[in-house]
């Protein structure tokens, strides 16, 4: 059966008595070939984490016990947890609140201000610690860590959430409002439903994010498991008291994983057609005008300006210096440019199968087969390229040392920003078009390239660029899997700062913005096309 089939003229009753029987017959007759990719993609998602309980587990039970109850583990623990439970709920705040000034009000020049709010992700966040240590160096510890990855990551929740903002139909709240609804009302039981998927995804990316960091904490001299982890496999890889600590990561994502599913909800937003949505009706802001541009500023300033005003100063002073050498800046690059395209395509490519089956095959499969998708995103890049790197010498080292390999490590880390950017687009993808397509005869693929595509390609899209962009600033596993030669503007820019030599590392990090920044329009548009 081709990828993408389905019975012709099968009617779907969603919200009918018989939703129950009819998902049933679909997922008998879920396509094979979409279900072996998931499977396939779902193992090159588990393979580092197998190497890694394999590893746990050599030193035994009594060594594990010790490693993992020891005071220094819990500190870890600890210092993990508060950074998550800090930092995700300021990027939700932040990016809501942001997102609902830019597109629901009547906030000025929100065009700019959509540009702006969506910048910080042309900035590695290790490029924005090392801004802010420069010019404060007591900004450090928890305080510092919180206020880097709070800054870098809340437009993971800024952009879905601006994306659905503005794409609600006016007409749903008319009609919570003439049904007794207060405005406040309307809001939490029409809106909130529905921005749920987009913001736990957002959330979930930042959470993840965050038990992977290393850059940041480590500048910010605040230990978590992840620095640590880097400091117990300096020995090698061997090592089991490192494995074990990435044992306990992937445990906690999996934790992660469980409170997404019950913050996500099962609300449907899809729309079919676009004829009867009424447009949304803008608040006015008022005398809240000056200080929502006020907040905005700061916001902007602090994630945007300083640390690229510190860039720019430091880049004057090595270009006076005469200390920027472009035959290298340009190497590193053209290297770096490389490999986020093939990333970018791998990983998009990738997250397809399991994000297809979650939307138009609902099972226990299906969402098992996206849920291990970001299981291996919690581990820290040094862990997913050991790990590689062991399974490339013992069961493929043709691959070892290859671009492949490094490929391949960049897909297993960042796919889940594919697939969340999949999955919100396909849930806004109504289901009775696609049901329409195939009782008109047209085939699987058929119906995916005409209906489905042009539906959310701005999502695929979004995604492509999201794990570009990290591709970029991807640090710890490059420095282990790029090939012989090849140097990166992440790992040339860390070589030079990791000496406080920031003169070096400033046309590094420069380049890495430069490069970044056009990207930001692309996922400007993306929220201008959900409409």
């Known amino acids: 059966m081709p990828a993408f089939s389905e019975p012709p003229g099968a ?66 623990l600890r210092n993990t947890l508060v950074l998550v439970a800090l930092t995700v709920p300021i990027t939700v705040v932040l990016g809501c609140a942001a997102a609902w000034l830019v597109e629901r009000t009547t906030l000025p020049a929100a065009g700019v201000w959509r540009t702006l709010l969506l910048t910080p992700l042309a900035i590695p966040a290790f490029v924005s610690s090392y801004a802010w240590t420069s010019v404060l160096p007591s900004v450090q510890g928890l305080g510092g860590a919180v206020l880097v990855t709070s800054l870098a990551y809340y437009p993971f929740v800024f952009l879905p959430a601006a994306a659905l903002m503005r794409a609600l139909d006016q007409g749903h709240l008319d009609a919570a409002r003439s049904l007794g609804a207060s405005g406040l009302g309307a809001v939490l039981r029409v809106v909130a439903p529905q921005l749920r998927p987009a913001v736990a995804g957002g959330a979930l990316l930042v959470a993840l994010h965050l038990l992977a960091e290393f850059g940041v904490l480590q500048m910010m001299r605040f230990p978590t498991f992840t620095t640590a982890i880097l400091q117990q496999f300096a020995v090698g890889f061997s ?166 390999l490094a490929v391949a490590a960049y897909t297993i880390l960042f796919l889940p920003r594919a697939m969340v950017a999949w999955r919100s687009g396909l849930a806004a993808a109504p289901t009775e078009l696609i049901e329409a397509s195939r009782s008109l005869g047209v085939s699987g693929p058929g119906t995916f390239a005409r209906v489905v595509l042009p539906l959310v390609l701005p999502s695929a899209l979004t995604g492509f660029v999201l794990v570009f962009l990290a591709t970029v600033t991807e640090l710890t596993a490059t420095l282990l899997l790029a090939p012989t030669g090849t140097e990166t503007l992440a790992t040339a820019f860390w070589s030079a700062s990791d000496e406080l030599d920031y003169q070096a590392s400033a046309p590094y990090a420069a380049a890495m913005i430069a490069l970044s920044a056009p990207l930001t329009v692309l996922l400007r548009r993306q929220i201008l096309d959900r409409r």
Not at 304 to 309: D, F, Q, S
Not at 356 to 367: E, G, K, N, T
Request: glycine share 10%; proline share 6%.
């Open 11 to 76: 009617v779907l009753p969603y919200d009918g008595p018989e939703a129950s029987a009819v998902q049933v017959r679909r997922s008998a007759l879920t396509p094979w070939l979409v279900v072996v990719a998931a499977v396939l993609v779902a193992v090159l998602m588990l393979a580092p984490v197998l190497v890694v309980f394999g590893q746990a587990a050599a030193g035994g039970a009594d060594e594990a016990s010790r490693l993992l109850f020891r005071p220094r583990t819990v500190e870890l």
């Open 239 to 404: 090592n089991a008291a490192g494995s074990l600590l990435a044992a306990t990561l992937v445990v906690l994502c999996l934790g992660l994983l469980a409170v997404e599913v019950l913050l996500r909800g099962r609300a449907r937003i899809a729309r079919l057609g676009t004829g009867t949505r009424q447009p949304p009706v803008a608040h006015r802001l008022g005398l809240w005008t000056v200080p929502a541009l006020a907040a905005l500023t700061i916001l902007v300033g602090l994630a945007v300006m300083v640390p690229g005003g510190i860039v720019l100063r430091w880049l004057l002073r090595a270009i006076n210096a005469g200390a920027v050498t472009a035959g290298p800046l340009l190497s590193a690059t053209a290297s770096t440019v490389g490999l986020a395209v093939l990333a970018g395509l791998a990983a998009t490519l990738a997250a397809l199968p399991g994000a297809w089956l979650l939307h138009r095959y609902p099972s226990r499969l299906a969402v098992g087969l996206e849920r291990v998708t970001y299981v291996a995103s919690a581990l820290p890049g040094v862990v997913i390229g050991l790990a590689l790197v062991t399974l490339a010498v013992q069961w493929a080292r043709p691959v070892y040392q290859t671009a492949a």
